[in-house]
């Protein structure tokens, strides 16, 4: 035999035994339940002491926003609706103290101005970190937020804010000294304590450009800008590195509601823990064991703008009728229940350049018939722009009745929030705008009123479309006067400017009024506006 064939049989056995091993593999008879029971029994779970697991329930603070944001650069912010949400996230130097008109230290740990008034001096607290990973707050931070004010390419709508910086220099990563051209009078009232004063991310901004920057920003702040839910909502998470310790809130939800009464219902129903009140409602609201009622004199103010450089409204003759034929106290009445005061110029009550003495127009239906007939007219018709809110509503429909009886029709027009800001402000505005209801946010110094009216804000926020000279050389005098008498000389004989240009009906300066759950302890600015991040759960 071959070699081959003598191992042949040797492997066909192995092979067989190998399927045999593996084959199945017969068992034997399963027994029955007892005896199984008796064989193997089971011992019962031995008892635990680990509880179930708690479920924490995030702490969430909700708040109203009576509009969407729109820009919270702090360079273009459009509203106190951007203001508030920009607080809670982007720290300054400084900011005001919470319900008090002191200045308190943020990033700043020292911070001191010559006595010539020129160069302010600072050092920034060290360590502090960018929200998501961009690293250390350092002076050039502080150099590229102010600077960028002054920078035509960017053309920032704030530029007044810093109108005398000449620049920043930088001493070390941690020190350096903001240098004055001229001495800033409003520097710590309307500059470095509020949005001007804000101090941003160069590397991020940078990054993502200012475009993107509008809607999307990070801050070195206790919260961190987490979801904008464009018409409904912003969310804000707790910053979790924040240097000045655990944040009070692990959210905070801004919802946004634009009517005063809206907001009041969404309060009783538990959907808000704060929102602005009408101040019609603040009698109820006091009354209701429920909620707490804050109140406080608003630096607001609120009128009927007239732009003068519409064909309709050209003749002084025609704005002049306009403004006898309005019962302003009417408004009032109907509106707020004689609970403000009526108003007549630019500049609240207790700041520098109150003019008291300013000129009072009450109705006089048959001296606006005579303004009627010099301007050749006995019927005309005018078109007024409004937010859709039951406040402005209300205006709107006295107004109309009184205009009526003066031979002009007017047609109200009345807007979402969002598209009042779109189409009454900017190019547009001076060809598109005859008469519309305004009312601006304000800090505690009088530039931070007459800034808005200038030459240069015509196609910005000058609704009026007017522009004078003289008023715009006088609010530059106004900026570099350190004394308080001169100030209130300035400011006065801007307002008199105003006034012969018959272009506003003025209203009033309201109040601020707010409503809230007993669980919350609120804080404001000393003009009224909420900052979310002092808020702290009640004692």
């Given at each position: 035999?071959?070699?081959?064939?003598?191992?042949?049989?040797?492997?066909?056995?192995?092979?067989?035994?190998?399927?045999?091993?593996?084959?199945?593999?017969?068992?034997?008879?399963?027994?029955?339940?007892?005896?199984?029971?008796?064989?193997?029994?089971?011992?019962?779970?031995?008892?635990?002491?680990?509880?179930?697991?708690?479920?924490?329930?995030?702490?969430?603070?909700?708040?109203?926003?009576?509009?969407?944001?729109?820009?919270?650069?702090?360079?273009?912010?459009?509203?106190?609706?951007?203001?508030?949400?920009?607080?809670?996230?982007?720290?300054?130097?400084?900011?005001?103290?919470?319900?008090?008109?002191?200045?308190?230290?943020?990033?700043?740990?020292?911070?001191?101005?010559?006595?010539?008034?020129?160069?302010?001096?600072?050092?920034?607290?060290?360590?502090?970190?960018?929200?998501?990973?961009?690293?250390?707050?350092?002076?050039?931070?502080?150099?590229?937020?102010?600077?960028?004010?002054?920078?035509?390419?960017?053309?920032?709508?704030?530029?007044?804010?810093?109108?005398?910086?000449?620049?920043?220099?930088?001493?070390?990563?941690?020190?350096?000294?903001?240098?004055?051209?001229?001495?800033?009078?409003?520097?710590?009232?309307?500059?470095?304590?509020?949005?001007?004063?804000?101090?941003?991310?160069?590397?991020?901004?940078?990054?993502?450009?200012?475009?993107?920057?509008?809607?999307?920003?990070?801050?070195?702040?206790?919260?961190?800008?987490?979801?904008?839910?464009?018409?409904?909502?912003?969310?804000?998470?707790?910053?979790?590195?924040?240097?000045?310790?655990?944040?009070?809130w692990d959210e905070i939800h801004m919802i946004w509601i634009e009517d005063d009464k809206a907001a009041e219902v969404a309060l009783e129903a538990g959907d808000l823990d704060w929102t602005r009140i009408s101040i019609t409602s603040v009698d109820r609201f006091e009354s209701d064991p429920s909620f707490l009622v804050w109140k406080m004199p608003s630096l607001?103010?609120?009128?009927?703008?007239?732009?003068?450089?519409?064909?309709?409204?050209?003749?002084?003759?025609?704005?002049?009728?306009?403004?006898?034929?309005?019962?302003?106290?009417?408004?009032?009445?109907?509106?707020?229940?004689?609970?403000?005061?009526?108003?007549?110029?630019?500049?609240?009550?207790?700041?520098?350049?109150?003019?008291?003495?300013?000129?009072?127009?009450?109705?006089?239906?048959?001296?606006?018939?005579?303004?009627?007939?010099?301007?050749?007219?006995?019927?005309?018709?005018?078109?007024?722009?409004?937010?859709?809110?039951?406040?402005?509503?209300?205006?709107?429909?006295?107004?109309?009745?009184?205009?009526?009886?003066?031979?002009?029709?007017?047609?109200?027009?009345?807007?979402?929030?969002?598209?009042?800001?779109?189409?009454?402000?900017?190019?547009?505005?001076?060809?598109?705008?005859?008469?519309?209801?305004?009312?601006?946010?304000?800090?505690?110094?009088?530039?931070?009123?007459?800034?808005?009216?200038?030459?240069?804000?015509?196609?910005?926020?000058?609704?009026?479309?007017?522009?004078?000279?003289?008023?715009?050389?006088?609010?530059?005098?106004?900026?570099?006067?350190?004394?308080?008498?001169?100030?209130?000389?300035?400011?006065?004989?801007?307002?008199?400017?105003?006034?012969?240009?018959?272009?506003?009906?003025?209203?009033?300066?309201?109040?601020?009024?707010?409503?809230?759950?007993?669980?919350?302890?609120?804080?404001?600015?000393?003009?009224?506006?909420?900052?979310?991040?002092?808020?702290l759960p009640a004692d």
């Amino acid at each position: 035999m071959k070699k081959e064939t003598l191992w042949l049989p040797s492997l066909i056995v192995i092979i067989s035994m190998l399927i045999a091993a593996c084959g199945p593999q017969a068992t034997e008879a399963p027994k029955a339940t007892e005896e199984l029971a008796e064989e193997q029994p089971t011992a019962a779970p031995a008892p635990t002491d680990t509880p179930e697991p708690e479920v924490v329930e995030p702490k969430i603070l909700r708040v109203r926003l009576y509009s969407d944001i729109s820009n919270l650069d702090p360079a273009f912010q459009v509203s106190e609706n951007d203001s508030v949400v920009a607080y809670a996230v982007m720290d300054g130097l400084v900011r005001y103290c919470p319900n008090s008109y002191d200045i308190c230290n943020q990033l700043a740990e020292s911070i001191e101005q010559s006595e010539d008034g020129l160069e302010i001096r600072f050092k920034l607290k060290e360590g502090v970190q960018w929200h998501k990973g961009y690293g250390e707050v350092t002076t050039e931070d502080v150099k590229y937020s102010f600077e960028r004010f002054t920078d035509p390419d960017l053309d920032a709508v704030y530029a007044d804010d810093w109108a005398t910086l000449d620049h920043v220099e930088i001493i070390d990563k941690y020190n350096g000294v903001i240098h004055l051209k001229e001495s800033f009078a409003p520097l710590w009232t309307s500059t470095l304590p509020v949005g001007s004063g804000t101090i941003i991310c160069k590397k991020f901004v940078e990054e993502i450009g200012v475009d993107k920057f509008a809607t999307d920003i990070i801050g070195t702040g206790p919260y961190i800008f987490d979801e904008w839910k464009p018409g409904q909502m912003v969310i804000l998470k707790k910053n979790p590195d924040y240097y000045g310790g655990e944040p009070a809130w692990d959210e905070i939800h801004m919802i946004w509601i634009e009517d005063d009464k809206a907001a009041e219902v969404a309060l009783e129903a538990g959907d808000l823990d704060w929102t602005r009140i009408s101040i019609t409602s603040v009698d109820r609201f006091e009354s209701d064991p429920s909620f707490l009622v804050w109140k406080m004199p608003s630096l607001r103010y609120r009128w009927i703008a007239m732009n003068i450089q519409h064909p309709k409204l050209q003749d002084i003759n025609v704005r002049k009728a306009i403004i006898y034929a309005i019962d302003v106290p009417s408004i009032l009445a109907a509106t707020y229940l004689g609970q403000v005061e009526q108003e007549y110029a630019l500049i609240p009550p207790g700041l520098i350049g109150y003019w008291a003495d300013a000129p009072r127009y009450e109705r006089d239906v048959e001296k606006a018939k005579e303004y009627m007939a010099k301007a050749g007219l006995e019927t005309l018709d005018l078109r007024l722009d409004l937010q859709d809110t039951t406040e402005y509503r209300t205006w709107a429909e006295i107004i109309q009745q009184n205009l009526k009886d003066i031979g002009i029709n007017l047609e109200l027009n009345t807007m979402e929030s969002s598209a009042y800001w779109d189409t009454s402000f900017g190019e547009q505005a001076v060809e598109n705008n005859e008469l519309l209801t305004s009312n601006y946010s304000m800090n505690p110094d009088p530039a931070w009123a007459t800034m808005w009216f200038t030459c240069d804000q015509v196609t910005v926020w000058n609704t009026q479309s007017w522009c004078n000279e003289e008023y715009d050389e006088l609010h530059r005098k106004g900026l570099v006067t350190t004394d308080d008498a001169e100030r209130e000389k300035i400011y006065i004989e801007m307002q008199r400017i105003w006034d012969e240009a018959a272009q506003t009906i003025w209203i009033t300066h309201g109040a601020q009024t707010y409503a809230h759950t007993p669980n919350i302890s609120p804080a404001t600015s000393p003009h009224g506006t909420p900052h979310y991040e002092f808020f702290l759960p009640a004692d």
